[in-house]
């Protein structure tokens, strides 16, 4: 069965700081993996996807990379701002569109 | 488009009584997903629709749980009855496949607050 980790479960760091997000994944055999960002009392919001035959996504100050033989992603922030302040969830896609998520890395970006 | 539409928003009810929420999806997508999502559980995949098929309904927790999805615009999600450990947010996701090996992006909608008392 496919098990999503994600480390840290809480990270807090001051303003204008580079940070790196954590996911790792049990089982190797994927086709996409997604990040989501999800901010207090709302819904998921999709940021990056990337596909199973890519190594990385950019967005803006986002950077997703992947790397399937190891089981691991990676959510990389530049220049972090208080507006990034939310939970971070990352979630691999598997056989028939099921998806698995991680438990999510609460950020904090101190001002 | 409006993006994935659930209603209620919230949902305040009484233990025994039933509870229908209900969710259109993104137009032209093919898949249709219902989380939950607690503080302790964090989010969890109760069934999941390919075409309006069910593909897997594995996550729903028990037979009070029941899902429909009678056309590609609407779902529902009914608890009959309710408990107090059903309060969750519940979520509806939605997604589009162009084949087995290009799932894409899935996209949440903004969740049903449902509290049982």
């Known amino acids: 069965k496919q098990e999503v980790t994600q480390i840290p479960a809480a990270l807090s760091v001051p303003e204008g700081e580079n940070l790196v997000l954590n996911c790792s994944f049990t089982?190797?055999?994927?086709?996409?993996l997604q990040w989501f960002r999800q901010d207090p009392g709302k819904g998921l919001t999709s940021l990056l996807l990337?596909?199973?035959?890519?190594r990385e996504q950019t967005s803006g100050r986002l950077n997703a990379s992947l790397d399937k033989s190891s089981g691991r992603s990676t959510l990389y922030i530049a220049a972090s701002q208080p507006g990034d302040s939310a939970t971070y969830l990352c979630?691999?896609?598997?056989?028939?569109?099921?998806?698995?998520f991680g438990s999510g890395t609460k950020l904090n970006v101190k001002p | 488009d409006a993006g994935v539409i659930q209603s209620p928003r919230h949902e305040v009810t009484e233990m025994g009584q039933e509870v229908t929420l209900r969710c259109k999806p993104i137009?032209?997508?093919?898949?249709l997903f219902w989380y939950r999502q607690t503080m302790m559980r964090g989010l969890e995949l109760l069934i999941y629709?390919?075409?309006?098929?069910?593909?897997?309904d594995s996550g729903m927790p028990e037979d009070r749980f029941s899902a429909k999805m009678p056309n590609a615009s609407f779902s529902t999600l009914k608890i009959q009855p309710s408990e107090p450990r059903d309060s969750a947010v519940y979520f509806c996701?939605?997604?589009?496949?162009?084949?087995?090996?290009?799932?894409?992006?899935?996209?949440f909608g903004p969740g049903t607050r449902l509290t049982v008392l």
């Open positions: 996701a939605s997604s589009f496949s162009s084949g087995k090996s290009s799932y894409n992006e899935q996209f």
């Open positions: 089982d190797s055999a994927i086709y996409n």
């Open positions: 990337i596909q199973s035959s890519q």
């Open positions: 979630a691999v896609i598997g056989n028939f569109n099921k998806f698995y």
């Open positions: 137009s032209g997508h093919d898949y």
């Open positions: 629709f390919n075409n309006n098929v069910p593909i897997d």
